[in-house]
């Protein structure tokens, strides 16, 4: 399976340099190995721009499509991906 991880609004806090979750593990360690193993994660510069966030504050694995939303509709309409939501 190929696996796309498109995030936006609050939902790209976990790509952001230094991120950690509630019990103070640091996410990159765990973006950077599934990114070895092909997942993408892809960053919505609408909520860059809406949030004033610079890309330099993400993961160096963090790739950015105009809008996230948009990119999840043509995933699943033009390559048949499925929506998942946690």
Known sequence: AKIVVVTHAGG???L???AKDKAGNPYNIRVEQLKTQGVQFEVCQITLRNRKIDKSKFLPEATFV???VAE???LQQREGYAYLRP
């Open 72 to 74: 999840i509709t043509r």
């Open 12 to 14: 790209v806090d976990f």
């Open 16 to 18: 952001f340099d230094g």
């Open 66 to 68: 105009h809008s996230g």
